[in-house]
């Protein structure tokens, strides 16, 4: 059956109603029914638990705090969900080209806006169930935090911005494209494109250029907005400039989609594929120029630092009557667990103390391990006295996360404030505690594990009731070609 016919048998059983709302019926159907869009919600799932599973498990994720653990949750079903809408409107009119369908579809009376509307508000169905596939398991992540009431309204409203962007953006492409394979391709290096400014080196991100990158580019916009208010609080009256670049991206979309790509809609493909294809080697260039001006920095840099590394010490401090001890030797944990011990600084001079700093150090002990850095194992790496009187002594409290197992050395370093510019001052280690932390793995850790199998079954069930449904439609559309 062609779709003229299709549409038209449509149209007498729904009298009265637009012919974009004939396609978009249509389309929502083959898009559904069909098992395209059950499929890419499967594997967004399937992904989406494992990676909400692995973020639990392991001991080094497992200590993100809840607010940066449903942020990255978060980002990863809004990064997902573009990509599905991208590839669906990617395909919906090369493919129709490519199937030899569009024809039929061309000739109905009516359009070519309305068909552009119907094919794109079908396009844009996934993201809400995507949306919805997400919450469950940031609402696991959270841990009962206020991030989540936050993070749910905030997701929605963005997604809902950039879904249907990247779906006009991708039928733009299937617009311009003869095959589905181009399309596709062509859509793919876009995403691509748009996800590199998120991907650059945290150095490439500060300064004026890193920071306006950020803020032009609508994927990283929506990031650096979304970790900002989620994760460090932020309020909207301080970040609502990053917003301006999302909604701007989706409005030149609608614009170039609708109002100038949609009426020239045509059986071949438009002219301006060779113009894309300048544009993506441009694209190509720039971004290869932009990571060796980024190496070639860092190599500075790095060159700069083991140059200043090589000089030689000219002068050394004298030693302060400081002295500062631990309560702790040695202790037996497994991955996951945390050890609490105390810091005891004394000062048996005559005069009080300078400023002091304590800082903590972790070594590991296996010449083929990984370097340690502080930040990760304990909250707390650094803590500050402004003086220490004459005879007088004080105690921290610290606290380590043993993330990985591994043999470590914890040690600590009191550290006297350097009387000025020209001056230095001589550290003070105390004893080590060995610290031996064992694997260990917990099977559903904060009770994900139901969510992240659950979420897939769930996805199952639907997709065999949706099948399910479609064969029943065909078997009645076949009896009424046979009485007919």
Known sequence: MSRTQTLNESRGSTRGAPTWWLVFMRELSELWLGGKAPVLLLIFSVLLGIMTWVMASNSELSLIPPQEMTYETLKAAIAVGLFISMIIGADSISGERERATLEGLLLTPTSRRQIVMGKFLAGISPWPVAMLIAVPYMWVLSQGNEVFRAAVPWGAVLGTVLAPAFTGMGMLAS?????????????????????????????????????????VNPIAATNHFLSKVLVNNRTLEEWWPFLIS????????????????APGLRLDAGRASKFWSHVGRRFGLATSALFAVLALSSSTVLAQAQEAQSLPLKTSAPQLPLHISVDLDYKLVKAGDRVLYNTVLNNSGTEASPPLSVAMNIINLDAAGDVVDPEDWSPQRTQYLESLGPGQSTTFSWTVNAILDGDYLIYMTLIPEPAGQKATSQPVASSAIHLTVTPFTKLNPR??????????IVLLLGMSLLRRHRRRQIEASGNRQERD
């Open 175 to 215: 617009f311009w494209s003869n095959s589905n394979k181009t399309s596709l391709f062509t859509g793919l290096g876009l995403y691509v494109l748009f996800l590199l400014p998120s991907q650059l080196p945290g150095r490439a991100q500060t300064g004026v250029a890193g920071s306006l990158l950020q803020q």
């Open 246 to 261: 999302p909604v701007v991206f989706a409005l030149l979309v609608y614009a170039l989609l609708f109002l100038y790509a």
């Open 447 to 456: 009770g994900v594990l139901p969510y992240a199998v659950g979420g897939p």
